[in-house]
């Protein structure tokens, strides 16, 4: 029995909802949509296996291979089953209904990236086990939006194993050959409350804080030195995105922190910027009675850059006829390359139209992925 139509495929994968999110409130599990994915894969011919994520019942990765596991090349296309939520009143459609009208199809995930996983699996209609030399392996992930814990799970267990992987994040199907990590860090600052009548008996935080930003904007505009010219902002940035301390005016404060992202190049290394990071924050405060703590807010992602001698590179480009470029976004790309892939981000849909009101992907996108990805495999696996 092959899988179903493509179009039952997306729409019921929109139609199944898979949020994660950093906020309790808005968490879902993804149980459900990897459960899709795995009949329709066995159904397809492939070994479906089933990986639950520690400490979440609701939430798996899913790894299917089809042709022979024990090979040792191979193709991954890999792709994550959640997505981030949603702002109900701002949808002109219902996001949980795929919705084709003038030549868009509409849904919560729909670009960002549910769409790639059905593509991948009609892709993969046309080839039989028996007609690969190397192996298809198609991965589905749980929590990419929030805490690349699918992701972790994979690169803990060493797998899958293959030579290529294949990303189908939207990148308007470029092959992405390079983006930045993004690093999510707070600095807290402890001083002593009092009467704010009388300054000196108490140690206000939002003093020390003050000397602290500072220290943090010179460090920003240090990491402005180190550029790549192949991205559209092409130095680290470091934004300070959330500030919050003490209570009443009439009370000193006690007690302040930032919370910051920061998105480093290619090459640099995240226990590197977070050691820096301290130390700018302890000259900032020497000789002062403030106490403070740094601390990482959420494991993030590092850079990630194909190489210079990436054949999957080459490959993408000649089949999409776009010359690989940068972008500005994370993804899983790091982790696989750490397992040993040759791997490139490579995609239907835009980023502009994911996280965000009315998510679509271009009907016509469809067609150009199934294709070029089918002489992918046709170039990888046979
Ligand atoms: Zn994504």
């Known amino acids: 029995m092959p899988a179903p ?31 899709l994915l795995a009949g329709w894969l066995e159904s397809a011919g492939f070994l479906v296996e089933i990986l639950p994520l520690e400490h979440h019942r609701d939430k798996a990765n899913l790894i299917a291979t ?62 039989k086990a028996g007609d690969l030399r190397q192996p298809l ?6 929590d990419e939006e929030s805490s690349m814990d699918g992701a972790c799970l994979l690169a803990r267990l060493g797998r899958p194993k ?38 000196d008996k108490g140690l206000n935080a939002i003093d020390g804080m003050t000397r602290v930003l500072a220290a943090l904007t010179a460090w920003r505009d240090s990491l402005k030195l180190q550029q790549n010219a192949a991205f559209l902002v092409p130095y680290t940035t470091v934004n300070f995105g959330h500030i919050c ?8 404060c006690p007690q302040c922190a930032v919370h910051f992202d920061v998105r480093p190049l290619p090459g640099m290394d995240g226990a590197a910027l977070r050691y820096a990071l301290r130390e700018r924050v302890q000259a900032a405060l020497k000789d002062t009675d403030f106490t403070f703590e740094t601390h ?43 397992l040993g892939c040759d791997t490139v981000v490579f995609g239907p849909g835009r980023i502009d139209e994911a996280h965000q009101p009315d998510e679509y992907i271009e009907l016509s996108a469809l067609d150009d992925t199934v294709r070029m990805v089918r002489a992918l495999i046709a170039r990888c696996c046979l």
Request: hydrophobic content about 45%; charged content about 15%.
């Open 137 to 142: 392996i198609i991965v589905a992930t749980a």
């Open 296 to 338: 990482t807010l959420s494991p993030g992602v590092e850079p990630f850059s194909s190489g210079e001698h990436s054949q999957l590179t080459a490959f993408l480009t000649q089949i999409s006829g776009k010359a690989p470029k940068a972008v500005a976004f994370g993804t899983e790309a790091p982790f696989y390359k750490a």
């Open 162 to 199: 293959a030579r290529f992987c294949v990303i189908g994040e939207p990148t308007n199907l470029t092959p992405v050959h390079l983006h930045k990590g993004v690093m999510m860090e707070a600095v807290t600052v402890f001083g002593r409350s009092g009467h704010s009548s009388d300054p």
């Open 66 to 127: 089809l042709g022979d596991a024990s090979a040792s090349d191979g193709l991954i296309l890999a792709g994550h089953t959640d997505t981030v939520p949603w702002d109900a009143a701002r949808w002109r459609f219902d996001p949980f209904v795929w919705t084709e009208l003038e030549g868009r199809g509409y849904g919560l995930g729909s670009a960002d990236m549910k769409s790639f996983l059905a593509l991948a699996i009609e892709a993969a209609r046309v080839f």
């Open 245 to 252: 301390g003490g209570d009443n005016p009439n009370r000193i």
């Open 5 to 35: 139509a493509l179009s039952h495929m997306l729409a019921q994968l929109i139609a199944t909802p898979s949020v994660s999110s950093v906020s309790p409130q808005f968490d879902m599990g993804n149980r459900a949509v990897i459960d």
